[in-house]
Protein backbone atom coordinates (compact mmCIF):
# COMPACT_ATOMS: atom_id res chain seq x y z
CA UNK A 1 0.00 0.00 0.00
CA UNK A 2 2.94 2.06 0.64
CA UNK A 3 5.17 3.38 -1.70
CA UNK A 4 8.82 3.62 -2.46
CA UNK A 5 9.10 6.82 -1.77
CA UNK A 6 7.48 6.44 1.46
CA UNK A 7 10.06 3.67 2.46
CA UNK A 8 12.62 5.85 1.73
CA UNK A 9 11.00 8.69 4.19
CA UNK A 10 10.83 5.79 7.03
CA UNK A 11 14.63 4.96 6.21
CA UNK A 12 15.90 8.72 6.44
CA UNK A 13 13.87 9.39 9.21
CA UNK A 14 15.20 7.12 11.27
CA UNK A 15 18.90 7.33 10.09
CA UNK A 16 18.01 11.08 11.13
CA UNK A 17 16.99 9.99 14.30
CA UNK A 18 19.18 8.11 15.28
CA UNK A 19 22.41 9.94 14.00
CA UNK A 20 20.94 12.84 15.91
CA UNK A 21 20.63 10.82 19.41
CA UNK A 22 24.01 9.43 18.99
CA UNK A 23 25.71 12.65 18.36
CA UNK A 24 23.67 14.08 21.52
CA UNK A 25 25.06 11.45 23.54
CA UNK A 26 28.39 12.05 23.19
CA UNK A 27 28.62 15.78 22.77
CA UNK A 28 25.78 16.56 25.77
CA UNK A 29 26.84 13.92 28.33
CA UNK A 30 30.29 15.96 29.39
CA UNK A 31 27.70 18.98 28.94
CA UNK A 32 25.08 17.96 31.30
CA UNK A 33 27.70 16.40 34.09
CA UNK A 34 30.24 20.00 34.06
CA UNK A 35 26.77 21.60 34.45
CA UNK A 36 25.65 19.41 37.22
CA UNK A 37 28.84 20.48 39.16
CA UNK A 38 29.35 23.94 37.80
CA UNK A 39 28.23 27.13 40.32
CA UNK A 40 27.92 30.49 38.79
CA UNK A 41 25.72 32.88 39.01
CA UNK A 42 25.30 32.95 34.95
CA UNK A 43 24.14 29.20 35.30
CA UNK A 44 20.49 30.36 34.75
CA UNK A 45 21.50 32.36 31.92
CA UNK A 46 23.63 29.53 30.36
CA UNK A 47 20.48 26.81 31.61
CA UNK A 48 17.93 29.02 29.59
CA UNK A 49 19.62 29.33 26.50
CA UNK A 50 20.05 25.55 26.22
CA UNK A 51 16.43 25.18 27.05
CA UNK A 52 15.31 27.40 24.54
CA UNK A 53 14.26 24.39 21.90
CA UNK A 54 11.73 23.63 24.20
CA UNK A 55 9.82 26.76 23.77
CA UNK A 56 10.35 28.03 20.88
CA UNK A 57 8.27 27.62 17.92
CA UNK A 58 9.82 25.81 15.53
CA UNK A 59 9.60 27.68 13.08
CA UNK A 60 11.39 30.81 14.69
CA UNK A 61 14.46 28.13 15.55
CA UNK A 62 14.35 26.89 11.86
CA UNK A 63 14.63 30.52 10.24
CA UNK A 64 17.59 31.27 12.48
CA UNK A 65 18.80 27.97 11.55
CA UNK A 66 18.16 29.14 7.99
CA UNK A 67 19.79 32.31 8.02
CA UNK A 68 23.26 30.40 9.63
CA UNK A 69 23.02 27.52 7.11
CA UNK A 70 22.41 30.19 3.95
CA UNK A 71 26.36 30.08 2.09
CA UNK A 72 26.41 34.14 3.02
CA UNK A 73 26.37 33.43 6.51
CA UNK A 74 30.20 32.51 8.42
CA UNK A 75 28.41 29.44 8.95
CA UNK A 76 27.25 28.31 5.86
CA UNK A 77 30.51 29.61 4.07
CA UNK A 78 32.62 27.65 6.43
CA UNK A 79 31.08 24.20 5.60
CA UNK A 80 31.04 25.10 2.00
CA UNK A 81 34.70 25.93 2.09
CA UNK A 82 35.22 22.71 3.93
CA UNK A 83 32.77 19.72 1.86
CA UNK A 84 32.19 21.44 -1.27
CA UNK A 85 28.86 21.65 -0.77
CA UNK A 86 25.82 23.70 0.84
CA UNK A 87 24.33 23.31 4.58
CA UNK A 88 21.08 24.45 3.56
CA UNK A 89 19.07 21.72 2.21
CA UNK A 90 21.36 18.89 2.70
CA UNK A 91 21.11 15.84 4.91
CA UNK A 92 23.91 17.45 7.37
CA UNK A 93 22.00 20.33 7.67
CA UNK A 94 19.00 18.57 8.97
CA UNK A 95 21.49 16.70 11.38
CA UNK A 96 22.57 19.82 12.80
CA UNK A 97 19.15 21.48 13.24
CA UNK A 98 17.78 18.48 14.68
CA UNK A 99 20.88 18.29 17.08
CA UNK A 100 19.92 21.68 18.27
CA UNK A 101 16.05 21.01 18.34
CA UNK A 102 16.40 17.58 20.77
CA UNK A 103 18.99 19.18 22.58
CA UNK A 104 16.97 20.00 26.17
CA UNK A 105 15.40 16.30 25.48
CA UNK A 106 18.81 14.77 26.12
CA UNK A 107 19.80 17.34 28.79
CA UNK A 108 17.49 17.58 30.88
CA UNK A 109 17.24 13.71 31.57
CA UNK A 110 21.29 13.67 31.87
CA UNK A 111 21.50 16.73 33.87
CA UNK A 112 19.07 15.50 36.35
CA UNK A 113 20.56 12.40 36.64
CA UNK A 114 23.81 13.28 37.31
CA UNK A 115 22.84 15.92 40.15
CA UNK A 116 20.59 13.62 41.58
CA UNK A 117 23.95 10.66 41.44
CA UNK A 118 25.44 10.97 44.79
CA UNK A 119 29.05 12.24 44.14
CA UNK A 120 30.79 10.41 46.58
CA UNK A 121 30.67 7.49 44.24
CA UNK A 122 32.72 9.25 42.28
CA UNK A 123 35.47 10.17 44.84
CA UNK A 124 35.02 6.58 46.23
CA UNK A 125 36.14 5.15 42.78
CA UNK A 126 39.01 8.22 42.65
CA UNK A 127 40.20 6.59 45.71
CA UNK A 128 40.10 3.10 44.92
CA UNK A 129 42.26 4.03 41.99
CA UNK A 130 39.99 4.69 38.91
CA UNK A 131 40.99 7.46 36.58
CA UNK A 132 38.43 9.63 34.81
CA UNK A 133 37.43 7.59 32.04
CA UNK A 134 37.17 4.22 33.71
CA UNK A 135 35.24 6.27 36.63
CA UNK A 136 32.83 6.97 33.93
CA UNK A 137 32.39 3.61 31.78
CA UNK A 138 32.66 1.26 35.14
CA UNK A 139 30.72 3.62 37.65
CA UNK A 140 28.59 6.55 36.74
CA UNK A 141 27.26 5.03 33.05
CA UNK A 142 25.80 2.30 35.26
CA UNK A 143 24.84 4.24 38.11
CA UNK A 144 22.83 6.82 35.26
CA UNK A 145 21.48 3.74 32.79
CA UNK A 146 18.06 4.87 33.50
CA UNK A 147 18.66 8.41 32.83
CA UNK A 148 20.73 7.95 29.48
CA UNK A 149 18.03 5.30 27.66
CA UNK A 150 15.60 8.09 28.86
CA UNK A 151 17.57 10.51 27.13
CA UNK A 152 18.44 8.39 23.98
CA UNK A 153 15.00 7.92 23.79
CA UNK A 154 13.21 11.00 23.64
CA UNK A 155 15.74 12.61 21.37
CA UNK A 156 15.20 9.90 18.78
CA UNK A 157 11.36 10.04 19.60
CA UNK A 158 11.88 13.96 19.29
CA UNK A 159 13.87 14.09 16.24
CA UNK A 160 11.27 11.40 14.42
CA UNK A 161 8.46 14.19 15.57
CA UNK A 162 10.07 17.25 14.11
CA UNK A 163 8.33 19.22 11.29
CA UNK A 164 8.90 22.59 11.69
CA UNK A 165 12.72 22.59 11.45
CA UNK A 166 12.97 20.46 8.69
CA UNK A 167 10.28 22.01 6.87
CA UNK A 168 12.49 25.56 7.40
CA UNK A 169 15.59 23.76 6.54
CA UNK A 170 15.39 20.84 4.80
CA UNK A 171 13.06 21.61 1.88
CA UNK A 172 11.47 18.35 0.25
CA UNK A 173 14.24 16.23 -1.53
CA UNK A 174 13.15 12.74 -1.35
CA UNK A 175 15.44 10.67 -0.48
CA UNK A 176 17.99 13.47 1.04
CA UNK A 177 15.54 15.54 3.29
CA UNK A 178 12.24 14.77 3.01
CA UNK A 179 11.66 12.88 6.26
CA UNK A 180 8.29 11.66 7.28
CA UNK A 181 6.34 14.14 8.79
CA UNK A 182 6.72 15.90 5.74
CA UNK A 183 6.11 13.30 3.39
CA UNK A 184 2.82 13.08 5.74
CA UNK A 185 2.03 16.40 5.20
CA UNK A 186 2.90 16.44 1.25
CA UNK A 187 0.23 13.40 0.79
CA UNK A 188 -2.42 15.50 2.86
CA UNK A 189 -1.99 18.36 0.59
CA UNK A 190 -2.48 16.34 -2.63
CA UNK A 191 -5.73 14.53 -0.75
CA UNK A 192 -4.03 11.41 -0.76
CA UNK A 193 -5.60 10.63 2.74
CA UNK A 194 -4.91 6.19 2.67
CA UNK A 195 -1.23 6.89 2.36
CA UNK A 196 -1.33 9.91 4.92
CA UNK A 197 -3.20 7.47 7.25
CA UNK A 198 -1.04 4.86 6.76
CA UNK A 199 1.83 7.23 7.75
CA UNK A 200 0.06 8.99 10.55
CA UNK A 201 -0.91 5.13 12.18
CA UNK A 202 2.39 3.94 11.96
CA UNK A 203 4.13 7.22 13.98
CA UNK A 204 1.35 6.85 16.34
CA UNK A 205 1.86 3.29 16.57
CA UNK A 206 5.96 3.75 16.72
CA UNK A 207 6.21 6.70 19.12
CA UNK A 208 3.54 4.89 21.62
CA UNK A 209 5.60 1.42 21.78
CA UNK A 210 8.88 3.48 22.06
CA UNK A 211 7.33 5.60 25.10
CA UNK A 212 6.01 2.53 26.72
CA UNK A 213 9.63 0.60 26.70
CA UNK A 214 10.95 4.44 27.99
CA UNK A 215 8.37 4.51 30.79
CA UNK A 216 9.45 0.30 31.49
CA UNK A 217 13.34 1.43 31.72
CA UNK A 218 12.92 4.50 33.85
CA UNK A 219 10.87 2.69 36.19
CA UNK A 220 11.58 4.77 39.24
CA UNK A 221 8.05 6.64 38.66
CA UNK A 222 9.93 8.22 35.96
CA UNK A 223 11.26 11.28 37.59
CA UNK A 224 13.34 12.38 34.75
CA UNK A 225 10.25 13.33 32.84
CA UNK A 226 9.04 15.75 35.45
CA UNK A 227 11.60 18.50 34.84
CA UNK A 228 10.27 18.14 30.90
CA UNK A 229 7.63 20.25 29.69
CA UNK A 230 5.83 18.39 27.50
CA UNK B 1 53.01 12.57 59.39
CA UNK B 2 52.75 16.26 58.68
CA UNK B 3 49.78 18.26 58.02
CA UNK B 4 48.92 21.69 57.15
CA UNK B 5 45.52 22.36 56.17
CA UNK B 6 43.58 25.48 54.74
CA UNK B 7 39.76 25.35 53.44
CA UNK B 8 38.46 29.24 53.27
CA UNK B 9 36.01 29.96 56.34
CA UNK B 10 35.96 26.26 57.18
CA UNK B 11 39.51 25.02 58.09
CA UNK B 12 42.28 26.04 59.52
CA UNK B 13 44.50 23.12 60.57
CA UNK B 14 47.94 22.33 61.51
CA UNK B 15 49.72 19.23 63.24
CA UNK B 16 52.90 17.66 62.97
CA UNK B 17 53.02 13.83 64.68
CA UNK B 18 55.68 11.68 65.37
CA UNK B 19 56.09 8.83 62.22
CA UNK B 20 55.54 6.22 64.54
CA UNK B 21 52.33 6.67 65.04
CA UNK B 22 50.59 3.95 63.07
CA UNK B 23 47.02 4.75 64.00
CA UNK B 24 45.59 8.33 64.50
CA UNK B 25 42.52 9.41 66.35
CA UNK B 26 40.42 12.23 65.41
CA UNK B 27 38.03 13.80 67.83
CA UNK B 28 35.77 16.53 68.67
CA UNK B 29 32.51 17.84 69.24
CA UNK B 30 29.92 17.60 66.12
CA UNK B 31 30.48 20.45 63.35
CA UNK B 32 34.18 21.10 64.36
CA UNK B 33 35.30 20.20 61.01
CA UNK B 34 36.18 16.14 61.12
CA UNK B 35 35.16 15.20 58.14
CA UNK B 36 36.05 18.28 56.44
CA UNK B 37 39.40 17.68 57.75
CA UNK B 38 39.45 14.06 56.19
CA UNK B 39 38.22 14.98 52.92
CA UNK B 40 40.70 17.45 52.54
CA UNK B 41 43.87 15.35 53.58
CA UNK B 42 42.70 12.99 50.71
CA UNK B 43 42.62 15.46 48.54
CA UNK B 44 38.58 15.51 48.07
CA UNK B 45 38.24 19.62 48.33
CA UNK B 46 39.40 20.90 45.50
CA UNK B 47 39.60 24.63 46.99
CA UNK B 48 41.62 23.21 49.75
CA UNK B 49 45.51 24.23 50.10
CA UNK B 50 46.64 21.23 51.39
CA UNK B 51 50.56 19.80 52.35
CA UNK B 52 50.72 16.64 54.14
CA UNK B 53 53.65 14.37 54.49
CA UNK B 54 52.25 11.23 55.61
CA UNK B 55 55.60 9.33 56.43
CA UNK B 56 57.58 11.72 56.81
CA UNK B 57 61.66 11.01 57.15
CA UNK B 58 61.38 7.53 57.22
CA UNK B 59 59.68 7.23 53.80
CA UNK B 60 61.65 9.83 52.26
CA UNK B 61 65.07 8.39 52.76
CA UNK B 62 64.03 4.68 51.32
CA UNK B 63 63.00 5.78 48.43
CA UNK B 64 65.89 8.17 48.48
CA UNK B 65 68.06 4.84 49.14
CA UNK B 66 66.29 3.16 46.18
CA UNK B 67 67.28 6.12 44.15
CA UNK B 68 70.69 4.86 44.26
CA UNK B 69 73.78 5.89 43.99
CA UNK B 70 75.13 7.59 47.56
CA UNK B 71 77.81 9.86 45.36
CA UNK B 72 75.53 11.93 44.17
CA UNK B 73 73.15 13.12 47.02
CA UNK B 74 71.38 16.37 45.61
CA UNK B 75 70.55 13.87 42.37
CA UNK B 76 69.12 11.56 44.77
CA UNK B 77 66.72 13.40 46.67
CA UNK B 78 65.39 15.05 43.30
CA UNK B 79 65.22 11.69 42.22
CA UNK B 80 63.52 11.05 44.85
CA UNK B 81 60.51 13.87 44.59
CA UNK B 82 60.03 13.18 40.94
CA UNK B 83 59.89 9.69 42.54
CA UNK B 84 57.15 10.82 45.01
CA UNK B 85 55.32 12.73 42.00
CA UNK B 86 55.38 9.71 39.97
CA UNK B 87 54.16 7.26 42.81
CA UNK B 88 51.93 9.35 45.27
CA UNK B 89 50.43 8.48 48.44
CA UNK B 90 47.56 6.41 47.68
CA UNK B 91 44.69 7.48 50.51
CA UNK B 92 41.43 5.92 50.81
CA UNK B 93 38.51 6.95 52.68
CA UNK B 94 35.86 5.33 54.01
CA UNK B 95 32.72 7.29 54.88
CA UNK B 96 29.91 6.51 57.10
CA UNK B 97 27.29 5.79 54.41
CA UNK B 98 29.52 3.26 53.38
CA UNK B 99 29.22 3.87 49.49
CA UNK B 100 29.13 0.72 47.98
CA UNK B 101 28.57 0.56 44.32
CA UNK B 102 24.49 -0.32 43.77
CA UNK B 103 25.11 -1.77 40.27
CA UNK B 104 26.95 -4.58 41.39
CA UNK B 105 26.44 -7.01 43.97
CA UNK B 106 29.45 -7.56 47.22
CA UNK B 107 31.21 -9.35 44.92
CA UNK B 108 31.42 -7.33 42.40
CA UNK B 109 32.33 -4.21 44.60
CA UNK B 110 35.59 -6.28 45.89
CA UNK B 111 36.24 -6.76 42.14
CA UNK B 112 36.27 -3.37 41.64
CA UNK B 113 38.74 -2.48 44.13
CA UNK B 114 41.16 -4.65 43.20
CA UNK B 115 41.67 -3.44 39.71
CA UNK B 116 44.04 -0.81 40.97
CA UNK B 117 45.08 -3.11 44.05
CA UNK B 118 48.51 -1.37 45.41
CA UNK B 119 51.17 -3.31 47.23
CA UNK B 120 49.25 -3.39 50.42
CA UNK B 121 46.26 -5.12 48.85
CA UNK B 122 44.77 -7.59 51.10
CA UNK B 123 43.36 -11.04 49.43
CA UNK B 124 39.83 -10.94 48.99
CA UNK B 125 39.59 -14.17 51.94
CA UNK B 126 41.69 -12.09 54.17
CA UNK B 127 39.89 -8.94 53.88
CA UNK B 128 36.55 -10.78 54.31
CA UNK B 129 37.56 -12.49 57.25
CA UNK B 130 38.72 -9.78 59.06
CA UNK B 131 35.40 -7.88 58.58
CA UNK B 132 33.35 -10.45 59.16
CA UNK B 133 31.35 -10.04 55.65
CA UNK B 134 32.62 -13.88 54.14
CA UNK B 135 28.69 -15.01 54.09
CA UNK B 136 27.86 -11.60 52.19
CA UNK B 137 29.83 -12.00 49.42
CA UNK B 138 27.19 -12.65 46.87
CA UNK B 139 24.75 -10.42 48.10
CA UNK B 140 23.03 -7.57 46.17
CA UNK B 141 24.07 -3.77 47.48
CA UNK B 142 20.08 -3.32 48.56
CA UNK B 143 19.97 -6.39 50.47
CA UNK B 144 22.74 -5.17 53.48
CA UNK B 145 21.97 -3.90 56.93
CA UNK B 146 23.21 -0.62 57.46
CA UNK B 147 26.38 -2.79 59.60
CA UNK B 148 26.82 -5.24 56.91
CA UNK B 149 27.43 -2.89 54.27
CA UNK B 150 29.96 -0.84 56.19
CA UNK B 151 31.60 -3.84 56.90
CA UNK B 152 32.02 -4.81 53.01
CA UNK B 153 33.34 -0.71 52.58
CA UNK B 154 35.78 -1.65 54.98
CA UNK B 155 36.76 -4.39 53.30
CA UNK B 156 36.57 -3.06 49.80
CA UNK B 157 39.24 -0.53 51.02
CA UNK B 158 41.95 -3.25 52.59
CA UNK B 159 41.36 -5.49 49.01
CA UNK B 160 42.61 -2.18 47.26
CA UNK B 161 45.58 -1.60 49.52
CA UNK B 162 45.96 2.17 49.98
CA UNK B 163 49.10 3.34 52.14
CA UNK B 164 46.76 6.24 54.17
CA UNK B 165 43.27 4.67 54.91
CA UNK B 166 40.52 7.15 56.90
CA UNK B 167 37.99 5.98 58.09
CA UNK B 168 34.86 8.35 58.70
CA UNK B 169 32.64 7.02 61.19
CA UNK B 170 32.81 3.73 59.55
CA UNK B 171 32.03 1.45 61.91
CA UNK B 172 29.17 3.28 63.36
CA UNK B 173 26.40 0.79 62.62
CA UNK B 174 28.20 -2.13 64.85
CA UNK B 175 27.54 -2.85 68.30
CA UNK B 176 30.17 -2.58 70.14
CA UNK B 177 31.80 -5.95 70.75
CA UNK B 178 31.76 -6.48 66.55
CA UNK B 179 33.49 -3.19 66.23
CA UNK B 180 36.32 -3.76 68.67
CA UNK B 181 36.55 -6.98 66.79
CA UNK B 182 37.36 -5.79 63.87
CA UNK B 183 39.24 -2.75 64.91
CA UNK B 184 41.72 -4.97 66.57
CA UNK B 185 41.65 -7.06 63.50
CA UNK B 186 42.26 -3.35 61.29
CA UNK B 187 45.01 -2.52 63.32
CA UNK B 188 47.26 -5.52 63.28
CA UNK B 189 46.43 -5.28 59.73
CA UNK B 190 47.35 -1.86 59.55
CA UNK B 191 50.51 -2.86 61.20
CA UNK B 192 51.53 -5.20 59.59
CA UNK B 193 51.01 -3.55 56.02
CA UNK B 194 52.47 -0.33 57.32
CA UNK B 195 48.95 1.50 56.35
CA UNK B 196 48.59 4.04 57.99
CA UNK B 197 45.50 4.69 59.53
CA UNK B 198 43.27 7.41 60.69
CA UNK B 199 40.20 6.96 61.82
CA UNK B 200 36.94 9.95 62.84
CA UNK B 201 35.11 8.38 65.53
CA UNK B 202 32.48 9.66 68.22
CA UNK B 203 33.45 6.52 70.22
CA UNK B 204 36.40 8.34 72.95
CA UNK B 205 36.92 4.77 74.35
CA UNK B 206 37.64 3.03 70.91
CA UNK B 207 39.81 6.00 69.51
CA UNK B 208 41.61 5.83 73.27
CA UNK B 209 42.20 2.03 72.91
CA UNK B 210 43.22 1.90 69.45
CA UNK B 211 44.99 4.69 68.54
CA UNK B 212 48.82 5.49 68.80
CA UNK B 213 48.35 9.43 68.66
CA UNK B 214 44.83 11.76 68.90
CA UNK B 215 43.99 14.51 66.95
CA UNK B 216 41.35 17.23 68.46
CA UNK B 217 39.78 19.63 66.09
CA UNK B 218 37.77 22.43 67.57
CA UNK B 219 36.20 25.04 64.72
CA UNK B 220 38.20 23.80 61.94
CA UNK B 221 41.53 24.18 63.85
CA UNK B 222 43.57 21.46 65.33
CA UNK B 223 43.23 21.96 69.63
CA UNK B 224 45.82 19.48 70.40
CA UNK B 225 47.41 16.74 68.75
CA UNK B 226 49.97 14.67 69.91
CA UNK B 227 49.60 11.17 72.53
CA UNK B 228 46.30 9.43 73.66
CA UNK B 229 47.03 10.09 77.51
CA UNK B 230 48.40 14.18 76.38
CA UNK B 231 45.32 14.89 73.89
CA UNK B 232 43.21 13.38 76.49
CA UNK B 233 44.64 15.15 79.76
CA UNK B 234 44.18 18.56 77.49
CA UNK B 235 40.55 17.63 76.43
CA UNK B 236 39.12 16.74 79.79
CA UNK B 237 41.11 20.21 81.10
CA UNK B 238 39.05 22.09 78.97
CA UNK B 239 35.74 20.02 79.26
CA UNK B 240 35.40 19.65 75.59
CA UNK B 241 34.49 15.53 76.16
CA UNK B 242 31.65 15.40 78.80
CA UNK B 243 33.15 11.80 79.90
CA UNK B 244 36.79 11.99 79.34
CA UNK B 245 38.47 8.10 79.12
CA UNK B 246 41.58 7.27 80.21
CA UNK B 247 43.67 4.30 78.98
CA UNK B 248 45.31 1.75 81.87
CA UNK B 249 48.11 -0.41 80.81
CA UNK B 250 49.39 -3.29 82.41
CA UNK B 251 50.14 -7.64 82.23
CA UNK B 252 47.35 -9.77 81.04
CA UNK B 253 46.91 -12.31 83.49
CA UNK B 254 46.25 -15.67 81.48
CA UNK B 255 43.67 -17.95 82.16
CA UNK B 256 43.81 -20.19 84.84
CA UNK B 257 41.08 -23.17 86.46
CA UNK B 258 41.45 -21.48 90.13
CA UNK B 259 39.84 -18.48 89.29
CA UNK B 260 36.81 -19.57 87.07
CA UNK B 261 35.23 -16.17 87.15
CA UNK B 262 34.66 -14.50 83.19
CA UNK B 263 37.16 -11.72 83.74
CA UNK B 264 40.32 -10.69 82.02
CA UNK B 265 42.73 -9.86 84.97
CA UNK B 266 45.19 -7.31 84.05
CA UNK B 267 48.10 -6.94 86.36
CA UNK B 268 48.72 -2.95 86.83
CA UNK B 269 51.77 -2.12 88.56
CA UNK B 270 50.85 -5.14 91.39
CA UNK B 271 47.25 -4.60 91.58
CA UNK B 272 45.05 -6.81 89.32
CA UNK B 273 42.42 -5.23 87.60
CA UNK B 274 39.32 -7.60 86.22
CA UNK B 275 37.55 -6.34 82.87
CA UNK B 276 34.79 -8.26 81.37
CA UNK B 277 35.75 -7.64 77.95
CA UNK B 278 37.61 -4.91 75.61
CA UNK B 279 41.07 -5.36 76.55
CA UNK B 280 43.56 -5.05 73.44
CA UNK B 281 46.46 -6.40 73.84
CA UNK B 282 49.48 -4.84 72.49
CA UNK B 283 50.67 -8.44 71.05
CA UNK B 284 48.16 -8.32 68.38
CA UNK B 285 49.98 -4.84 67.13
CA UNK B 286 53.21 -6.83 66.62
CA UNK B 287 54.20 -6.12 63.17
CA UNK B 288 56.24 -9.52 63.17
CA UNK B 289 54.95 -11.84 60.90
CA UNK B 290 56.06 -14.85 63.16
CA UNK B 291 53.84 -13.61 65.87
CA UNK B 292 50.46 -13.01 64.02
CA UNK B 293 48.98 -15.90 65.10
CA UNK B 294 49.22 -14.51 68.50
CA UNK B 295 51.00 -17.25 69.51
CA UNK B 296 53.02 -15.69 71.58
CA UNK B 297 56.14 -18.08 73.23
CA UNK B 298 55.93 -16.33 76.57
CA UNK B 299 52.19 -15.50 77.21
CA UNK B 300 52.86 -13.76 80.94
CA UNK B 301 54.66 -11.14 78.81
CA UNK B 302 51.55 -10.00 76.93
CA UNK B 303 50.32 -6.46 77.63
CA UNK B 304 47.00 -5.33 77.65
CA UNK B 305 44.71 -2.11 78.06
CA UNK B 306 42.07 -1.41 79.08
CA UNK B 307 39.41 1.82 78.91
CA UNK B 308 38.28 3.78 81.78
CA UNK B 309 35.69 6.23 81.67
CA UNK B 310 35.47 8.91 84.43
CA UNK B 311 31.88 8.33 84.62
CA UNK B 312 32.76 5.18 85.70
CA UNK B 313 35.11 5.91 88.60
CA UNK B 314 34.64 6.72 92.10
CA UNK B 315 36.70 8.11 94.61
CA UNK B 316 37.75 6.72 97.86
CA UNK B 317 39.73 8.30 100.71
CA UNK B 318 40.26 5.06 102.77
CA UNK B 319 43.81 4.13 100.91
CA UNK B 320 43.62 0.40 102.48
CA UNK B 321 43.24 -0.91 99.07
CA UNK B 322 44.32 -4.50 99.50
CA UNK B 323 40.85 -4.91 102.03
CA UNK B 324 37.95 -5.46 99.87
CA UNK B 325 35.72 -2.76 101.35
CA UNK B 326 33.16 -2.48 97.75
CA UNK B 327 31.31 -4.79 95.70
CA UNK B 328 33.29 -2.19 93.00
CA UNK B 329 36.41 -5.12 92.35
CA UNK B 330 38.69 -2.54 90.72
CA UNK B 331 40.68 -0.53 93.24
CA UNK B 332 43.85 1.27 92.56
CA UNK B 333 46.23 3.75 94.89
CA UNK B 334 46.16 6.95 93.16
CA UNK B 335 47.33 10.55 93.93
CA UNK B 336 45.43 13.53 93.18
CA UNK B 337 46.98 15.75 90.52
CA UNK B 338 44.13 18.39 89.73
CA UNK B 339 40.60 19.19 89.77
CA UNK B 340 39.23 20.53 86.79
CA UNK B 341 35.52 22.54 87.02
CA UNK B 342 34.93 22.40 83.12
CA UNK B 343 32.28 25.27 82.23
CA UNK B 344 30.44 23.13 80.09
CA UNK B 345 29.76 20.35 83.01
CA UNK B 346 27.97 23.28 85.01
CA UNK B 347 24.51 23.17 85.37
CA UNK B 348 22.85 26.34 83.91
CA UNK B 349 19.73 26.93 86.53
CA UNK B 350 19.52 30.64 87.15
CA UNK B 351 17.24 29.76 90.01
CA UNK B 352 19.72 28.32 92.22
CA UNK B 353 23.19 29.30 92.46
CA UNK B 354 24.01 26.29 94.89
CA UNK B 355 27.30 25.02 94.17
CA UNK B 356 26.68 21.31 94.79
CA UNK B 357 24.65 20.45 91.31
CA UNK B 358 27.94 20.89 90.00
CA UNK B 359 30.58 18.21 88.84
CA UNK B 360 34.00 18.45 88.51
CA UNK B 361 36.68 16.35 86.61
CA UNK B 362 39.30 14.85 88.88
CA UNK B 363 42.47 13.84 87.31
CA UNK B 364 44.29 11.24 89.34
CA UNK B 365 47.66 9.50 88.83
CA UNK B 366 48.88 6.02 89.21
CA UNK B 367 52.56 5.89 88.67
CA UNK B 368 52.76 6.90 85.12
CA UNK B 369 49.30 6.40 84.21
CA UNK B 370 46.49 8.95 84.30
CA UNK B 371 42.69 8.01 85.52
CA UNK B 372 39.93 10.69 85.49
CA UNK B 373 37.20 10.46 87.94
CA UNK B 374 33.87 12.76 87.45
CA UNK B 375 32.81 13.58 90.77
CA UNK B 376 29.97 15.99 92.43
CA UNK B 377 31.78 19.36 93.66
CA UNK B 378 29.78 18.20 96.83
CA UNK B 379 32.18 14.74 97.16
CA UNK B 380 35.18 17.17 96.80
CA UNK B 381 34.29 19.35 99.65
CA UNK B 382 33.40 16.13 101.68
CA UNK B 383 36.34 14.40 101.02
CA UNK B 384 38.21 17.75 101.03
CA UNK B 385 39.76 16.45 97.85
CA UNK B 386 43.11 18.63 96.92
CA UNK B 387 45.94 17.88 95.12
CA UNK B 388 48.73 16.34 96.28
CA UNK B 389 45.95 13.88 98.33
CA UNK B 390 46.32 10.00 97.88
CA UNK B 391 43.53 8.56 97.47
CA UNK B 392 42.01 5.26 95.79
CA UNK B 393 40.05 5.03 92.63
CA UNK B 394 37.27 2.12 92.54
CA UNK B 395 35.64 1.74 89.11
CA UNK B 396 34.13 -0.57 87.33
CA UNK B 397 34.82 -1.84 83.78
CA UNK B 398 32.92 -3.39 80.70
Redesign the interface.
Given at each position: MLESSAFAAVGLTLKLAFLTSLLLMLLVTPLAWKLATWQHKLKPVFMSVLALPLVLPPTVLGFYLLVAFSPQSPVGEGWQWLTGHQLAFSFEGLVIGSFIYSLPFALQPLYSGFTQL?K??V???H????GKI?TFF??IL??C?APFIVAFGLSFAHTIGEFGVVLMIGGNIPGETQVLSIALYEHVEALEYGQAHALSFGLLLFSFLLLTLLYRFNGKGGQAWSSISR | MEFNISLVNRISAKAVLPDSMQVVGITGPSGAGKSSLLRAL?G?EPEATVSVNWFGEGAKSIATAKAGSATKTVNAISACNAKNALAPV????V?Q?P?L????NVKGNLA??Q??A?SKALAVEHALAGCECEHLLHKSIDSLSGGEAQRVALA?ALV?G?DVLMLDESLSALDATLRSKILRFLVKTCGRLNIKLIMVSHDVQDLALFCDGLISVEDGAVDAAGSVAYVMAKIASQGSVENPCAILEGEIIPHSDDFPHPFTRLNVSGNILYAKATVQSDNERNTNNNTEQGLDSNPRQARGKIAVFASEVSIDTNTQVNVPSSSILNALPCEVVKIYYPETLQYNNPQSNSQQLQTAIVMLSHGAQTLYARVSTLSIERLKLEPGLSVVARFKLQ
Open positions: DRYEVASLGFERIPLK | AFRVGLFQMFPHVLARHGRNP
